[in-house]
Every structure is written in structure tokens, then in C-alpha cells.
């Protein structure tokens, strides 16, 4: 069976080290928001606006806790993106609030998320299966399956207003 949890100081040292800098990058999100939800409070605008703050805090734990349950590692570049993209649509377009402010930014952040979803779903096949041995389209419609059920499960969550301050 393959060794699926490495242990840090096992690492290579620029494993190490890019680990450390996603984890500062975590610490500087859950901070930021942890900021913008305190400052929410005290202007008096909790109104829809401690949701987004409290959901995104938990999206960016998310992988850690995953790796603690599952005890196997997930890739730094995986992790890197998943925290880029948590720093995009999180903090940036709910917190802040860009998704009202700029036009283009939630499409942009859709189309994004449509890869995003698609290399989950090649992950997903490459970690159960023997991908070398699939046919090519099931593979494709496989990683389009996950993008479509991540898109209905998100239009069933409730909405928070992201859009604005």
C-alpha cells in the first residue's frame, strides 16, 4: 500500500518551505476576515454580513482539517491554487465585497471556479481509478460531472449578499 501521509520533516526543503509560505498565506486570510467581520460588528452592518465572513473562514481550513481526517497529504500546488482561489472569491469578492464593485469579477471568478471544479474531478479520478487504462471521455465527462454537481449544490446553499457593503 502507498504511503499516503509524509510526515513535514520529511519534506524536501523547497517542500518545506512553499508549505510554510501557503500556510502564512491561510494565517494572513482567516486574519483579514476575522478583521473585516470585527469591523462589520462595530459599524452595525452584521446585516448578511457575518455569513460570507464565517463561511470563508472555514473554506480556508478546509484542506487542513481534510489532511488531519483523511491523514493523507494534499499537493502543495494544489493547496497553493485552492488558497489563491479562496483568496479571490473569499476574501476579495464576498468579504470586501468586488463582486459589486467591478462588473466582470463574478464571471470571472465563475469560469474559474468551472476549471477549478474539473481539476477536482481529475483528482478524484486519478486517485480512484487507473486513469492510464481510462477511456479518455469518461475521464472528461467525469471532471464535467463534478463541475455540474459543485454548481447545483451551490445554487441550493443560501444566499448571503456578497455583492456590496
Known amino acids: 500500500m502507498k504511503k499516503n501521509w509524509i510526515k513535514f ?3 524536501s526543503k523547497r ?3 512553499f508549505r510554510i509560505i501557503i500556510m502564512i498565506m491561510t494565517a494572513v486570510l482567516l486574519i483579514s476576515t476575522f478583521v ?3 469591523n462589520y460588528v462595530v ?3 452584521t ?3 457575518w455569513f460570507p465572513c464565517a ?3 472555514i473554506v480556508y481550513i478546509l484542506p487542513y482539517i481534510y489532511e488531519l481526517i483523511f491523514r493523507r497529504r494534499i499537493s502543495n500546488m494544489i493547496l497553493f491554487l485552492y488558497t489563491f482561489y479562496s483568496f479571490l472569491a473569499g476574501l476579495l469578492g464576498c468579504v470586501v465585497g468586488l463582486y459589486g464593485k467591478i462588473v466582470w469579477y463574478d464571471i470571472f471568478i465563475h469560469t474559474l471556479a468551472g476549471y477549478t471544479f474539473a481539476t477536482l ?3 478524484i479520478v486519478s486517485r480512484i481509478f487507473d486513469y492510464k487504462k481510462l477511456n479518455p471521455w469518461f475521464i472528461a465527462f467525469f471532471a464535467l460531472l463534478v463541475t455540474l454537481c459543485a454548481e447545483y449544490i451551490w445554487t441550493k446553499f443560501p444566499r448571503s449578499n456578497c455583492s456590496g457593503l
Open 55 to 57: 463561511g470563508c473562514m
Open 121 to 123: 474531478g481529475l483528482l
Open 43 to 45: 459599524s452595525g452592518n
Open 15 to 17: 517542500d518545506k518551505v
Open 36 to 38: 473585516y467581520l470585527i
Open 9 to 11: 520533516k520529511e519534506f
Open 47 to 49: 446585516q448578511r454580513r
